[in-house]
């Protein structure tokens, strides 16, 4: 007769699948609380006290940890002394573990957990007999998804229980093991840079390929997941996102965190099209729209105040990927879900983004950094030019400044306040994005009242004069360039009020 162990924290079908393996002809052997729900619920089950002959101990801090049980589960079967020293030491052979863990992860989830409380909810015997099980995997099943229960019972019945399915199971096992491990390493380690970095996420959905056809795709969420993030937003309608929708969406939700006033951001390829800041979310959509409405046809649209009929119209109009909002009014939704295709999703918003290490893949590594949360005030913003900025300009630099920070590098955003006008983007020299930044404006009614932002310092002086040439009299750049008082000077030369941000914001 085979024998089983079933140790489950999560005992969901835990009943039905031991009866199944009583049908069979298993012998079941149980622990604590499963072993009471097995036996209430009529299964035929064997302590673990009868198996190890010791008690559980130490709160039940220690119940398997014990020769008799990881004997049973590591002894290979198609070796004759290994088989004969569990003869010798009176150990009956384990054909089958089913183990799912100490709930950790919903433990940290919950609101007010002490560190102690925490701690008390790592499984320390549950992975023992999970990695001893999946090890010896060709001769014991290891089983740690209830969703899997229905499926190792057929393959039993079957006889399909072969190596390589052995083995599907077993490398499940230490997927699931060693993401446990990782997230205990982060609850204790906090967000700092060590040694040894091991990140773990859950499955999202297989996406139907990447930024391109020819690649495939998956996502995955954080273990822990953040509440404000386009994998958890509710999507009421459209198909499903795609590798770049995600990608754009998630670049979408970044930026308008920055804004507490009704505020839209219109993005393609990961850029801002174009950003509003208005009395009312309508007035705010037609500020963004107006920035690009070129830039915006088949993008992404967040918007940070529930969207109303009058908006919806207007978003009606145009070729749009995704709309995202805290809520739609019923007659907006209704207007919108006419699209078949648009995506609408909803996601309550917040302006406060946490300090997280973010990773980007390298070629044979990665990199990890902080996020960039910086976000300047007036306190932080110095005049080094003779020309001073108005009141007016100074509260569209810090617009444009805060724009600027998520534009790819080299970044130049011209803005009036609360108004994005022209952005220059990912040219390998920064002249070149203020040419299209300013080109872009130009046409723009408000460009009359325009200043620019760079989100890294200007490496000589031709930007700042290219700028003062075509029409703009304000400019709001980093500093710290060593050619810094040309810059100064060309201002002073052509009436440019210049202010220094002291903060540099590539986004590479």
């Given at each position: 007769?085979?024998?089983?162990?079933?140790?489950?924290?999560?005992?969901?079908?835990?009943?039905?699948?031991?009866?199944?393996?009583?049908?069979?002809?298993?012998?079941?052997v149980?622990?604590?609380g499963?072993f009471?729900?097995?036996?209430?619920?009529?299964?035929?089950?064997?302590?673990?006290?009868?198996?190890?002959?010791?008690?559980e101990?130490?709160d039940?801090?220690?119940?398997?940890?014990?020769?008799?049980?990881?004997?049973?589960?590591?002894?290979?079967?198609d070796?004759?002394a290994?088989?004969?020293?569990?003869?010798e030491?009176?150990?009956k052979?384990?054909?089958?573990?089913?183990?799912?863990?100490?709930p950790?992860?919903?433990?940290?989830?919950?609101?007010?957990i002490?560190?102690?409380?925490?701690?008390?909810?790592?499984?320390?015997?549950?992975?023992?007999?999970?990695?001893?099980?999946a090890?010896?995997?060709?001769?014991?099943?290891?089983?740690?998804?209830?969703?899997?229960?229905?499926?190792v019972?057929?393959?039993?019945?079957?006889?399909?229980?072969?190596?390589?399915?052995?083995?599907?199971?077993a490398?499940?096992?230490?997927?699931?093991?060693?993401?446990?491990?990782a997230?205990?390493?982060?609850?204790?380690?906090?967000?700092?840079?060590?040694?040894?970095?091991?990140?773990?996420?859950?499955l999202f959905?297989?996406?139907?390929?990447?930024?391109?056809?020819?690649?495939?795709?998956t996502?995955?969420?954080?273990?822990?997941?953040?509440p404000?993030?386009?994998?958890?937003?509710?999507?009421?309608?459209?198909?499903?996102?795609?590798?770049?929708n995600i990608?754009?969406?998630?670049?979408?939700?970044?930026i308008?965190?920055?804004?507490?006033?009704?505020?839209?951001?219109?993005?393609?390829?990961?850029?801002?099209?174009?950003?509003?800041?208005?009395?009312?979310?309508?007035e705010?959509w037609?500020?963004?729209?107006?920035g690009d409405?070129?830039?915006i046809?088949?993008?992404?649209?967040?918007?940070?105040?529930?969207?109303?009929?009058?908006?919806?119209?207007?978003?009606?109009?145009?070729?749009?990927?995704?709309?995202?909002?805290?809520?739609?009014?019923?007659?907006?939704?209704?207007?919108?879900?006419?699209?078949?295709?648009?995506r609408?999703?909803?996601l309550?918003?917040?302006?406060?983004?946490?300090?997280?290490?973010?990773?980007?893949?390298?070629?044979?590594?990665?990199?990890?950094?902080?996020?960039?949360?910086e976000?300047?005030?007036?306190?932080?913003?110095?005049v080094?030019?003779?020309?001073?900025?108005t009141?007016?300009?100074?509260?569209?630099m810090?617009?444009?400044?805060?724009?600027v920070?998520?534009?790819?590098?080299?970044a130049?955003?011209?803005?009036?306040?609360?108004q994005?006008?022209?952005?220059?983007?990912?040219q390998?020299?920064?002249?070149?994005?203020?040419?299209?930044?300013?080109?872009?404006?130009q046409?723009?009614?408000?460009?009359?009242?325009?200043v620019?932002?760079s989100?890294?310092?200007?490496?000589?002086?031709?930007?700042?004069?290219?700028a003062?040439?075509?029409?703009?009299?304000?400019?709001?750049?980093?500093?710290?360039?060593?050619?810094?008082?040309d810059?100064?000077?060309?201002?002073?030369?052509?009436?440019?009020?210049?202010?220094?941000?002291?903060n540099?914001?590539?986004?590479?």
């Amino acid at each position: 007769m085979r024998r089983a162990l079933i140790s489950v924290s999560d005992k969901t079908d835990v009943v039905s699948f031991a009866k199944g393996l009583e049908k069979l002809d298993f012998e079941i052997v149980s622990t604590g609380g499963t072993f009471k729900a097995l036996h209430d619920a009529g299964v035929k089950v064997i302590p673990i006290e009868d198996v190890t002959n010791f008690p559980e101990m130490l709160d039940g801090r220690v119940k398997t940890l014990h020769p008799n049980v990881h004997g049973g589960l590591l002894a290979r079967h198609d070796v004759p002394a290994h088989m004969q020293q569990l003869k010798e030491e009176k150990i009956k052979p384990i054909d089958l573990v089913a183990v799912n863990l100490y709930p950790f992860k919903e433990t940290i989830e919950k609101p007010n957990i002490t560190e102690a409380d925490a701690i008390e909810q790592i499984d320390i015997g549950g992975p023992s007999m999970l990695r001893s099980g999946a090890k010896n995997y060709h001769d014991v099943l290891s089983v740690v998804d209830p969703a899997d229960y229905s499926k190792v019972l057929q393959a039993i019945q079957d006889k399909t229980d072969t190596p390589a399915f052995r083995k599907e199971l077993a490398a499940k096992v230490f997927r699931h093991t060693a993401a446990y491990d990782a997230l205990i390493s982060q609850y204790l380690t906090g967000p700092e840079f060590t040694q040894k970095v091991t990140n773990t996420y859950d499955l999202f959905e297989p996406l139907r390929y990447g930024e391109n056809s020819q690649q495939k795709a998956t996502a995955y969420r954080d273990a822990i997941s953040e509440p404000y993030s386009v994998l958890n937003a509710n999507i009421l309608h459209g198909k499903q996102l795609s590798y770049n929708n995600i990608r754009d969406a998630d670049a979408a939700l970044r930026i308008i965190a920055e804004f507490s006033d009704p505020a839209v951001v219109t993005v393609k390829h990961m850029n801002p099209a174009g950003i509003g800041i208005g009395r009312n979310i309508e007035e705010a959509w037609d500020k963004a729209y107006e920035g690009d409405d070129i830039s915006i046809f088949g993008g992404i649209v967040a918007l940070n105040r529930p969207v109303d009929l009058a908006t919806a119209k207007k978003l009606h109009s145009i070729f749009l990927e995704i709309v995202i909002a805290p809520s739609f009014d019923d007659d907006a939704y209704e207007e919108l879900a006419r699209k078949k295709n648009l995506r609408l999703l909803t996601l309550p918003f917040t302006n406060q983004i946490p300090q997280k290490i973010e990773t980007t893949s390298v070629l044979g590594g990665a990199v990890m950094q902080d996020r960039d949360l910086e976000t300047e005030t007036m306190d932080d913003l110095k005049v080094v030019s003779k020309k001073q900025p108005t009141e007016a300009q100074m509260k569209a630099m810090l617009f444009a400044q805060t724009a600027v920070k998520y534009v790819k590098s080299n970044a130049i955003v011209v803005a009036s306040e609360g108004q994005t006008l022209g952005i220059g983007a990912g040219q390998p020299n920064r002249i070149d994005s203020v040419k299209i930044a300013i080109d872009h404006a130009q046409s723009k009614p408000s460009f009359k009242n325009a200043v620019l932002a760079s989100d890294a310092f200007f490496p000589m002086d031709d930007s700042v004069e290219y700028a003062a040439k075509h029409g703009i009299d304000a400019i709001i750049e980093p500093g710290g360039s060593i050619k810094d008082q040309d810059s100064i000077d060309k201002a002073n030369e052509l009436g440019v009020a210049l202010v220094f941000s002291g903060n540099r914001h590539f986004k590479h």
